[in-house]
Structures are given as C-alpha cells and as structure tokens.
C-alpha cells in the first residue's frame, strides 16, 4: 500500500473533463514537488506534469496539475480516446528517504 | 533526443544475482541524477533506487536494501543495478530513469524473472 493516495479508477465520455486526485502528507507531497506519469497499455511510463504543474515540451495543454496542502490532481479535459492510460503520481518522501508513487488510477475513456 | 536503454534482464533463480545495465544518450549524462524503478506484472511502479551524478550518493527503496546496488560509470554514459539474493517479488520490469526534479526520461525497460 502505497503513501500516495490514488482512486483506482475513473472514467469519461470523449470530450468531458476528469480529474484525479493524490493524496499525501506532510513528509511528501506537504513539502515537495510533485510529478504525473502517464502510462499507456503496454508502455513505458511518461513524464506528463512536473513540479506540480509543468508541462513538458510535447504534452498538450488539456492536461493540468495542481497541488494544494497534501494533495495534488490532475485533470484532464476535452477527453480522448487515447487518454485511456493509467496515471501515477510521484514525489520524494523525507521519511521513507526515497521517492514514493501512487498505486496508479486507470482512466476509461 | 534523450534516450535510456536497458539491458540485463533475464530468468533467474530464487537467490541469485543479476546486473541490469543502462546506457543514456542525447543528454550529459554525467550531470544528472539516475533512477531505477521497476513494475511487478500487472501492478504499479515502485522506485527501487537513484544515484547522484557523481556516485557519492545513492538511496534505495527499503524492501531491496542490502541486496541491491547501483552505480555508474560516467565516461560510458552507464547506469548499473547489481541483484542479489534475487527473490520472487523482485519478478518486474526494471526501468532507467533521468531525474529531473524526478524521473523524466524512461527506457523501455527489462524484464526480470526470479523463478525455479
């Protein structure tokens, strides 16, 4: 069981909106940044927020990251086929020294 | 463009050793902190361990402690993870990683089997 808190699932019909959320604590996601993976059936994980909100060259603007306290989202909106993926959130957590990732939240578009 | 490639992996036997290797390219190797993580089949990704740019430091996932090691040779732009005393829940797809404030660039993985 993981630090980070991830629902296991969401879904959406193409082009709504979803959010998924992470939550945390004070020794993750309460003092550092936080990064979102996107992970597409079959293939290797993909940097898609950084530094809590980010984004890097390539990611379209429909994906956004925020982070608030000790829990951070991510949403995604104007959904598409192809955003069904599983999503994992990241940090470094000072008390386990290590960095630390959700149990990941598969998206059913 | 930044590349990770990993080598390694294989089928092993419940005690056993193995050395994945990771090769970077497209990017100064040498200035970035390196991550491994790994992926059991079917489950999510845990972060196994990372190294500073210039091997003098190194952190590892409290579960592989004593077991497993990485290092780096910077003049061959490589990253290694020495196994030891493999179990069966080591079984995962072990990814290299550069870190940016985190693992942004990942290789494509390889497979790791412990298994009699």
Not at chain 2, 46 to 58: F, I, L, P, T, Y
Request: aromatic share 10%; with cysteine; glycine share 12%.
């Amino acid at each position: 069981q993981s630090v980070l808190t991830q629902p296991p699932s969401v879904s959406g019909t193409p082009g709504q909106g979803v959010s998924i959320s992470c939550s945390g604590d004070r020794s993750n996601i309460g003092k550092y940044v936080v990064n979102w993976y996107q992970q597409l059936p079959g293939t290797a994980p993909k940097l898609l927020i950084s530094r809590n909100n980010q984004r890097p060259s390539g990611v379209p603007d429909r994906f956004s990251g925020s982070k608030s306290g000790t829990s951070a989202s991510l949403a995604i909106s104007g959904l598409q086929s192809e955003d069904e993926a599983d999503y994992y959130c990241a940090a470094w957590d000072e008390s386990l020294v290590g960095w630390v990732f959700g149990e990941g939240t598969k998206l059913t578009v | 463009e930044v590349q990770m490639v990993e080598s390694g992996g294989g089928l092993v036997q419940p005690g056993g050793s193995l050395r994945l290797s990771c090769v970077g390219s497209g990017f100064t190797f040498g200035s970035y902190w390196m991550h491994w993580v790994r992926q059991a089949p079917g489950k999510g990704l845990e972060w196994v361990a990372n190294m500073k740019q210039d091997g003098s430091e190194q952190f590892y996932v409290e579960s592989v402690k004593g077991r497993f090691t990485v290092s780096r040779d910077n003049a061959k732009n490589s990253f290694y993870l020495q196994m030891n005393t493999l179990r069966a829940d080591d079984t995962a797809v072990y990814y290299c990683a550069r870190d940016n404030s985190g693992p942004d660039y990942w290789g494509q993985g390889t497979l790791v089997v412990v298994s009699s």
